[in-house]
């Protein structure tokens, strides 16, 4: 079956540091992957995707290559800001297969602090 | 435009009640999926919807059920509350039924309490 791996947090950095927050999959076929962000006491938002092997998603900073050789998708930003606190989830979709849809299949996501 | 959006926000019920969550998609988006969020986890699957019929199941037991109506909002449904379900339960809506291009929107969710 479909699993997603993240490193485990809390990840605490300074303001203004380098972010990488580590995700690897095993999935078959070829599956979408996500990253989404959620803040306290909100649901989930998606941050950024990529569809397809060597894809680059990226939004507000942050960006994400799907790495199919190395089943990974590792969530990067130069310079993160106290606002940038939150939980990230790596998540992929297999997709419609016509057997049914399995849905989005997450990560534990990584709890990240950024200090002023 | 408005988003996806859950009722209630918040619920508290007694083990053994049964309970009603709703949901309501984007204008536009035919599929409606549900999660559970228990607290520390990533979210699990439970049911995805599409055009009113059931094309996708996690691995849930029977006491959840859901449906789609045909303005495409939905319920979910839990029978025989048990502690271990108080969890945030989140309602995604797409375009279509598979989610790769597209992906999925997450209303901010039911937070229900079991006691």
């Known amino acids: 079956g479909n699993s997603v791996t993240q490193m485990e947090g809390p990840v605490t950095l300074s303001e203004e540091a380098f972010l990488t927050i580590n995700c690897t999959y095993t999935a078959t076929g070829y599956p979408s992957l996500f990253w989404y962000v959620q803040y306290p006491g909100e649901g989930l938002q998606l941050l950024l995707k990529a569809t397809k092997a060597d894809d680059k998603g990226s939004n507000k900073g942050f960006e994400a290559t799907y790495r199919k050789e190395t089943t990974s998708f590792h969530l990067e930003k130069g310079s993160v800001q106290v606002s940038d606190s939150a939980v990230y989830f790596c998540?992929?979709?297999?997709?419609?297969?016509?057997?049914?849809?399995?849905?989005?299949?997450f990560g534990k996501g990584t709890h990240l602090i950024i200090q002023p | 435009d408005a988003g996806v959006t859950q009722s209630p926000t918040h619920l508290i019920k007694t083990r053994g009640q049964h309970v009603t969550l709703r949901c309501s998609p984007i204008s536009g988006h035919k599929s409606v999926s549900w999660y559970q969020q228990v607290l520390g986890q990533g979210p699990q699957f439970i049911f995805q919807?599409?055009?009113?019929?059931?094309?996708g199941r996690g691995n849930f037991p029977d006491r959840f059920s859901a449906r789609q109506f045909p303005n495409y909002s939905s319920e979910l449904n839990v029978n025989a509350l048990l502690l271990g379900d108080s969890a945030l339960y989140l309602c995604a809506s797409s375009i279509q039924l598979d989610p790769r291009v597209y992906g999925y929107t997450f209303g901010s969710g039911t937070r229900l309490t079991v006691v």
């Open positions: 919807y599409y055009e009113k019929e059931e094309r």
């Open positions: 998540a992929l979709s297999g997709g419609y297969s016509g057997g049914g849809a399995d849905g989005l299949t």
